[in-house]
């Protein structure tokens, strides 16, 4: 299994640059994901990283140190709507590919 | 575009009561899941399923079971509900077993057992 820990709240402000980490400690790394998760809806996927470096997409991106066992989502240009918790899944080599969630960051952007 | 779609997004049962969260995805997807979803703890796996007819037990199964008779529909089943079931239910698909495959989650049942 996994350990993934994320902190748990986080507040911004509208229009700066926020950085979630998660790290974790795996042992046979296949892959992280990142998910938004707005108050009282589904989940939807962000991004996919599983080699070392940055995904960049629009105002995300998500970069991972599989060396470091970290990963860091990065929000620019914050706006009130990307207030949601985010939540980081891990995926390792055990036999099926299901990643384990980690508890989620609860984003709070103010004016 | 996935869809996913559970049968009630609130659900008020009373302990004891045998309860049934239903779940249909429209893209003949492969996998589906079911997750809990409890404050300060986070998602976790009940129970998911590769393939129709069939089942694997996720990590906290306990209390728990699912069917699948249909590949498009996967519901789970509270034999007999408790308290310490109350919670966000969550179901999810997923295309098949590769490494990209992302997860397509549906709204939720919030389930409320008295």
């Known amino acids: 299994g996994q350990n993934i820990d994320q902190p748990t709240e986080m507040t911004a402000t509208e229009g700066a640059i926020v950085q979630i980490n998660c790290t974790y400690q795996t042992s046979g790394f296949n892959g992280l994901f990142w998910y938004q998760q707005h108050a009282g809806e589904a989940p939807t996927f962000l991004s996919y990283n599983v080699l070392d470096g940055l995904e960049e997409k629009g105002r995300f991106s998500s970069f991972l140190s599989r060396s470091k066992g970290y990963s860091y989502l990065l929000l620019k240009e914050l706006q009130m709507k990307d207030s949601a918790s985010y939540l980081c899944a891990v995926r390792d080599l055990g036999g099926s590919y299901i990643p384990t969630f980690g508890r989620g960051t609860s984003l709070i952007v103010h004016p | 575009d996935v869809k996913v779609t559970q049968s009630s997004r609130y659900l008020v049962k009373r302990t004891g009561e045998k309860v049934f969260l239903e779940c249909v995805q429209d893209m003949d997807h492969e996998n589906m899941f079911w997750y809990r979803q409890d404050p300060g703890l986070g998602l976790r796996l009940i129970y998911f399923?590769?393939?129709?007819?069939?089942?694997e037990k996720g990590d906290i199964p306990e209390g728990y079971s699912v069917s699948r008779e249909k590949k498009e529909r996967f519901s789970l089943i509270l034999e007999s509900a408790s308290t310490n079931q109350t919670s966000m239910y969550l179901c999810?698909?997923?295309?098949?077993?590769?490494?990209?495959?992302?997860?397509?989650f549906g709204p939720g049942t919030r389930l409320l057992v008295l």
């Open positions: 999810a698909s997923s295309l098949e077993q590769g490494a990209r495959e992302t997860q397509y």
């Open positions: 399923s590769y393939d129709v007819k069939m089942k």
